[in-house]
């Protein structure tokens, strides 16, 4: 078995449904993943765009210290900073805390979720200094491996 990460809402390389974006109710879409690898102690996932312009990918969703028994998330998240399990959301590019959806400016742009699987129980990273680069960096030397699913815009 190797480590998945799928969504309900879409296929790999499909583009999203509307209802996830800008254009749309801008909520978050359901995740599921199976089979971390031994020694999985939590979970950061990591929602970008590759595509942007800018000097680094724009970060749509940053979500990180999921437990490592979690294998899922509900889709529209709220925008809380501490979830009742633990789990923390950081500020994503948008300079909001939660769930940013896809809203480009012109063309196509394809989205990634990067699911990491980590050897640690969780990352001390205060939320309101949480971006994906910092996570990014934080998580460098403490994954055991790392999940992808990519949509485009529609």
Sequence with gaps: MSFTLTSPAFKNNDPIPVKYTCQGANISHALE???????????????????????QPWVHWLVYNIPGACRGLPEGMPAKEVLEDG????TNSFRKLGYGGPCPPTGVHHYTFTLY????DKLEIDPNAASGAFVGY????????KAT?????P
Excluded: E, M, R
């Design 87 to 90: 789990t923390l959301q950081g």
């Design 138 to 145: 934080n998580l460098n030397g403490n994954a055991l491996a």
């Design 33 to 55: 993943w199976s089979d971390p690898p031994p020694g999985t102690k939590s979970f950061v996932l990591i929602n970008d765009d590759p595509d942007d312009d800018g000097p």
């Design 117 to 120: 699987a980590l050897k640690v």
């Design 149 to 153: 699913v990519v949509y485009s815009t």
